[in-house]
């Protein structure tokens, strides 16, 4: 999108994705439940067949906190937002906190 807007002068649109992010082995099993879930609509099978990967590829699945914003960081210039979808084992406020302590920019 860049290169063709740049080809057209124009400005590029701003480019947002929506990132899973799972934190802990509980979340990791949900993530999975959800991944399969996408790979068995039509529509999104296609979408992520024309891609080139999997539905758990597009996600992140981080085992602990610390593995978060390294992930995170692989985004960076890909796009211009992230907009995250929290996955925890069993949402529980004190997951949700951590995961968004987690992911909470530098």
Do not use: C, H
């Amino acid at each position: 999108m860049r290169a063709g807007a740049a080809a057209a002068r124009r400005q590029p649109p701003k480019i947002f994705a929506y990132v899973r992010l799972a934190l802990g082995p509980a979340a990791l099993d949900r993530l999975q439940q959800e991944a399969d879930r996408y790979a068995a609509i039509p529509a999104y099978a296609a979408n992520f067949a024309r891609m080139g990967v999997k539905p758990m590829e597009t996600a992140i699945a981080a085992r602990s906190p610390d593995a978060v914003a390294p992930a995170l960081a692989t985004w960076q210039g890909a796009v211009d937002e992230i907009v995250l979808r929290a996955i925890t084992g069993r949402d529980t406020v004190e997951e949700n906190v951590a995961l968004l302590r987690a992911a909470k920019p530098a």
